[in-house]
C-alpha cells in the first residue's frame, strides 16, 4: 500500500483503496444480476424461434442424456463448455443483448489524436459500445436476427472478434469469467431439466433492449410455462 501507482504517479489514498477492494467484491455479483438477466432473455430467444429450440433440445438430450440422475450433481464442466451449439447461442445472446450496451466515455488527453481518420482536438469526448458494434453487418449479416450459426463453422472468426459484450482492456468488466462459467452451467441445466413453452402475453416489445447502462429487456418479465422433461 505504500508503493507508488504506476497510473496515477503517486501512492494510492486509503479511500482509492477502498474503492479498488469494493469493485473487485462487488463486479462479481453484479456480473450475476446481469447474467441471470442475460439468461432470462436467451431462453424467450431460443424458445421464440422453434428451429433453434429444436437443435438445442437435441443436443442437450444427446450429450447430457444421462443427466439428472438419481442423487445427480451438475456436469462435469468440461462437458458443458464441449456443448457446441449451446455456447453458440449463448453467445449470440451476447451479442444481441449485451449485459452492458451503454458507453464508457474517455476524454483525449494529448494535443490531438487521429482516430478512425478524424482528428480528434484536446479534451474531445470519445466512446464506443457493444450496442452498435453487435448490429454491424460488416460483421454481422442481418444483425437484427437471432442465428447462433454465426459463431459455428468457418464464418465465426470474424464474429468473434467484434464480440465485445464485457469491454476489454484493463477496464474491461471484472466478474466477465464467472458471468460466462454460470451461463455455461445455469442454461444447459434449465433447459435440460425442463420443456419450455413462451407465455402468450409476451411481446417482441417486452424484448426491446432498454436504453440504459446495464441492458435488459424493456419490459423486466419473463414469463414461461414448463413441465419436467421426460428425456
Known sequence: MENQDDYVGRTLTDLE??????GILYEPYSD?????????TV????????????????????????????????????RLQGLTYTNAVISEGLRRYPTIPGTMPRTVTSSSITLGGFRLPRNTIVGAQNFSIHLS????????????????GDSQKKA??????????????IGRNLAMLEMQIVVPMFFKYFDAELDQSM????MRLKDAFSGCPAGQRVLLKLRKSNV
Open 17 to 22: 483503496i477502498a474503492e479498488e477492494i469494493i
Open 32 to 40: 450475476r444480476l446481469l447474467d441471470s438477466r442475460l439468461a432470462d
Open 43 to 78: 431462453k424467450i430467444c431460443w424458445i421464440r424461434d422453434p428451429v433453434v429450440y429444436r437443435k438445442l433440445k437435441e443436443e442437450l438430450n444427446t450429450e447430457l442424456k444421462d443427466w439428472p440422475g438419481a442423487g445427480s450433481s451438475v456436469p462435469d464442466l468440461s
Open 137 to 152: 453487418e460488416d460483421y454481422f449479416p442481418d444483425p437484427e436476427k437471432f442465428d447462433p450459426d454465426r459463431f459455428l
Open 160 to 173: 468473434r472478434e467484434a464480440l465485445n459484450p464485457f469491454s476489454e482492456g484493463p477496464r474491461g468488466c
Open 203 to 206: 411481446t417482441a416489445e417486452d
